[in-house]
């Protein structure tokens, strides 16, 4: 159960919610409280813990913030049940521009489950914007940094839409060598030449898929890893291509 709730002081506002779930404190405060240092620093109030209330201590503008984004936060933990610093950090940015209540999309979409049952869903608006266009489109050019789950999102859209029979088979592609060289220069055969270069995609497959399930798909071919360069002239029919 949870209860808001204020008093006045003569400088300051006083807000405070009641939080009964001892898991919701727990994730909301973080290890060592570090969470909550945080959120003090950003909006300069005080939090604490008071007979199972959450004590919003500030001026009127902040205190109002800050319970607005305890709320937010409190829906995130209901719903995963954790709240990591990323997760923080990206919801007061969202709260702080009005634009939380695009926290439930993000909440309620789940893209994939991997095969050790976690669940993966858009953690930023970006990443939602990139999956809508994914399913809406047949062609999707995404760019951005390295790092900001472009090729996994992607990849988890695909064992979605294999597993549901939209397509047949995942062949996943990338440029294998860098500007100006040649693999016909690299020692080994194809797969020790094109490994070091594809293993990214390799390592989000056996995350999402698991590992036996990853290998009877590779090996049937229903998975198919390949530079781009040995790419022309193929038939990618009824295909998820990445």
Do not use: W
């Not at 800050?66 to 209901?78: A, D, P, Q, S």
């Not at 009005?98 to 489950?113: A, F, P, R, S, T």
């Not at 940094?145 to 088979?169: C, S």
């Amino acid at each position: 159960m949870i209860e808001g709730g204020y008093s006045l002081t003569k400088d300051k506002t006083e807000k405070q919610i009641l939080i009964e779930d001892s898991n919701i404190i727990t994730e909301l405060f973080g290890k060592f409280d570090e969470n909550v240092k945080i959120i003090e620093d950003e909006f300069e109030v005080e939090l604490v813990l008071r007979n199972g209330h959450l004590v919003i201590v500030g001026d009127n503008v902040s205190t109002e913030i800050v319970e607005k984004l305890i709320y937010n936060l409190m829906e995130i933990i209901y719903s995963q049940k954790r709240l990591n610093k990323q997760e923080l950090r990206y919801t007061i940015e969202l709260v702080k521009k009005g634009k939380e209540g695009q926290l439930k999309d993000l909440l309620n979409d789940v893209v994939c489950i991997t095969a050790s049952g976690k669940t993966i869903k858009p953690k930023t608006i970006g990443q939602k914007i990139y999956i809508d266009g994914i399913r809406k489109n047949d062609i999707v050019f995404g760019i951005g940094p390295a790092g900001t789950g472009k090729t996994y999102l992607a990849m988890a859209m695909a064992v979605t839409a294999f597993k549901n029979k939209e397509v047949n088979r995942i062949i996943l592609t990338r440029p294998a060598v860098e500007a100006g060289e040649s693999l016909g220069f690299l020692p080994g055969d194809l797969q020790e030449k094109v490994d070091p270069y594809l293993r990214p995609i390799y390592d989000a497959l056996f995350d999402i898929l698991g590992g036996e399930t990853y290998s009877k798909l590779i090996e049937k071919g229903l998975i198919e890893v390949a530079p781009l360069a040995y790419m022309r002239g193929r038939t990618l029919d009824n295909s998820y291509v990445i």
